[in-house]
């Protein structure tokens, strides 16, 4: 089946420092990612949709400056945490949907944000 | 908008228990339904699916119906398992985007 991975795993990064999470289908292209975040012990709130070739979609009340979507390519898509506080620690996990609309998505491991 | 509402628990069970776990839906259209399953410790994992009604997605003795009627897909399962323990996420897909909507979680416990 259908393969997305996140790297890192986790990171943990000082206040203030921007953090880079990258998004990769392994063996399918995606023109559109999610991102997600999940607070422990909540449910994952989209952030924003990530479109290959064009900006970023961000759901309301997500600071898109604060949150930088880059598309790359048809299989890469990065999150940037721009000057990251303790508040942005969290769970980051990014999709990418099947080849069907409406068909299931394929959802990364998640990364693990600390922000110290 | 589109919204997913689940019963959120903590449900705890004995092993070998009946397992209901109640999702309702609001949206436009006739959007996709889904189970996802977090064990502690990992990421997502599709358990089921339905994409239109009176649909039942079913995967390890877990089910759901799509009711377009009553707005729901409820998750059940016969007799659960130890290993079953885990947040279950009710979740709808508007195809026209498909970006997925999710409930808020339920926690499962099952105890031996």
């Known amino acids: 089946g259908a393969v997305v991975s996140q790297h890192p795993s986790w990171v943990i990064c000082k206040s203030g420092t921007s953090v880079k999470i990258e998004c990769r289908s392994l063996d399918f292209q995606a023109t559109t990612m999610f991102w997600y975040r999940q607070f422990p012990k909540q449910s994952l709130m989209l952030m924003a949709t990530?479109?290959?070739?064009?900006?970023?979609?961000?759901e309301q009340g997500v600071e898109k400056d604060k949150f930088l979507i880059n598309h790359a390519s048809l299989t890469l898509s990065t999150l940037t945490v721009t000057s990251a506080h303790p508040e942005d620690s969290s769970f980051y996990i990014c999709s990418a949907p099947g080849r069907v609309s409406g068909d299931t998505q394929y959802f990364g491991p998640g990364t693990r944000l600390t922000v110290l | 908008g589109n919204s997913v509402t689940q019963m959120e628990g903590p449900v705890t069970l004995s092993e070998e228990a009946f397992l209901t776990i109640n999702c309702t839906y609001t949206?436009?259209?006739?959007?996709?339904l889904f189970w996802y399953v977090q064990y502690p410790g990992e990421g997502l994992q599709l358990l089921l699916k339905?994409?239109?009604?009176?649909d039942k997605g079913s995967n390890k003795g877990f089910e759901a119906t799509y009711r377009k009627e009553t707005t729901s897909f409820h998750l059940e399962k016969g007799s659960v398992q130890v290993s079953d323990s885990a947040v279950y996420f009710c979740a709808l897909s508007d195809g026209s985007y498909d970006k997925v909507i999710f409930g808020p979680g339920t926690s499962l416990s099952v105890i031996p």
């Open positions: 949206a436009t259209g006739y959007p996709s």
């Open positions: 339905a994409t239109k009604a009176d």
């Open positions: 990530s479109n290959e070739g064009s900006k970023a979609t961000y």
